[in-house]
């Protein structure tokens, strides 16, 4: 996806409306409308990045630096039980916009409509394999 046809990229522009929450000169925090949860909100780059493999370093940093003050926002506006911060890359993933974002899902309880789920395979790997991947891993960094 370019930078051109970028949902995200309009929203950063101007050229389509978001309910603001936070901007800085590298970031922008608007809500979803999706509104999975009441205060679910959007934190993205200004910078068009398509996911975390083509994210830049530089770029993660300011992010990950507007996190925080973000989340805590929201901690006071909405008082949540909890926060869930989810990120989705490539469409298997679940990933709709190709343009790096991170959902910040405040929490109230097990009825809220959201419930991320998944099925641990822990007892599947022995320490010796579980080894033998992270040496795979670590292999390319």
């Given at each position: 996806m370019s930078e051109q046809s970028c949902i995200f990229c309009s929203i950063i522009k101007g050229d389509i409306p978001s309910a603001k929450v936070y901007e800085d000169e590298h970031v922008y925090a608007f809500l979803d409308l999706s509104q999975v949860t009441k205060g679910h909100t959007l934190l993205i780059p200004k910078k068009?990045?398509?996911?975390?493999?083509?994210?830049?370093?530089?770029?993660?940093?300011?992010?990950?630096?507007?996190?925080?003050?973000?989340?805590?926002?929201?901690?006071?506006?909405?008082?949540?039980?909890?926060?869930?911060?989810?990120?989705?890359?490539?469409e298997a993933a679940g990933q709709s916009v190709f343009h790096y974002h991170l959902h910040l899902i405040p929490r109230y309880d097990q009825s809220d409509g959201f419930q991320p789920t998944w099925v641990e395979h822990g007892g599947d790997?022995?320490?010796?394999?579980?080894?033998?991947?992270?040496?795979?891993a670590a292999s390319y960094i």
């Open positions: 068009h990045e398509q996911d975390i493999f083509h994210l830049e370093p530089e770029t993660a940093s300011r992010l990950f630096q507007a996190a925080p003050v973000v989340a805590k926002a929201l901690d006071r506006a909405f008082v949540p039980a909890g926060l869930n911060v989810l990120n989705n890359n490539k790997y022995s320490q010796e394999e579980l080894q033998q991947l992270a040496a795979e």
